[in-house]
């Protein structure tokens, strides 16, 4: 019989390792990593864009533009990857973007005015999203006090952002304001928040609902739970399936890998039921 764990980037490391505590170590032989390298991807309001040319963005309540660095742009700033989405900005907070801009460049804020009294748009939101470091310090564990309806411990997620990342987000900002600048597409106010090295906000997205890690994929059972086919390390008929198999995150919604580990899953245990 072939197993296989499809429970969610959270559920996933959960069930493993509660089967894992009843069997004294008889499911995932190599534990180390499992629970660790958890990842999600942040997402705060980054700022506004003032864009000189509106329309050529199709900015608007329904659709949204996106922006995502080079790999050269990565290596060149050392980063991680970003996405960054311009939303269409609410009246009012056109208005104050514009009494901001007032002090600090009164040309720019004379302009975005009278675009304004002409009921014309030319500013948008930016919301970032970025991929994280997969950190071992980042784990699920089970509660010891906390249990579910069924007697199956809750999770205890330990959860932090790096200093790479709060790099990311302030150069992956500077980057896409420079790009305005040199295209001659506009310019980027970055949110005080993030100029000023404060702490991130509470009120905000905080996260993309984007659970990644904990059964890492890798060649090392020291630092992953599966090896390149989804199958748990030490074990010839356990696999695992879903986002909790990703060795990083990238920036993307996860969706897309999700299925197509799942295709080439299905594949190899085609094979491997056939052979």
């Known amino acids: ?85 311009l939303i269409e900005t609410p009246y009012p907070g056109v208005k104050s973007l514009i009494a901001d801009l007032a002090c600090t460049a009164p040309d720019m804020a004379e302009w975005m005015s009278s675009k304004l009294s002409q009921r014309l748009r030319c500013a948008a939101q930016l919301y970032v999203a970025w991929e994280q470091a997969p950190l071992a310090s980042n784990q699920i564990e089970l509660s010891k006090t906390d249990v579910d309806h069924a007697g199956v411990p809750r999770i205890e997620l330990h959860w932090k952002k790096s200093e790479m990342e709060r790099r990311t987000l302030l150069e992956g900002l500077r980057l896409f304001g420079m790009t305005l600048i040199e295209k001659n597409l506009g310019r980027v106010r970055i949110a005080d928040w993030i100029s ?61 890998t999700i299925t197509a580990l799942a295709c080439r899953l299905g594949d190899h245990l085609s094979k491997v039921v056939t052979a």
């Open 1 to 85: 019989d072939y197993f296989i764990v499809c429970t969610g980037g959270l559920e996933n490391s959960r069930l493993l390792l509660w089967s894992n505590q009843r069997s004294n170590g008889g499911v995932v032989p190599n534990a180390t990593a499992l629970g660790r390298y958890w990842m999600e991807h942040p997402t705060f309001e980054g700022g506004n864009a003032i864009l000189a040319d509106y329309n050529a963005f199709e900015v608007d309540a329904v659709n949204e533009a996106f922006f995502s660095p080079t790999l050269a742009a990565m290596e060149r700033l050392q980063i991680m990857n970003f996405g960054i989405r």
């Open 196 to 256: 000023n090295g404060q702490d991130y906000p509470t009120n905000d997205e905080t996260a993309g609902h984007h659970h990644m890690g904990g059964t890492r994929m890798g060649t090392d059972v020291s630092k992953s739970v599966v090896d390149a086919n989804c199958k748990v390390h030490g074990m010839d008929n356990l696999y695992v399936g879903g986002s909790s198999v990703f060795c990083t995150s990238g920036q993307c919604n996860p969706t897309t």
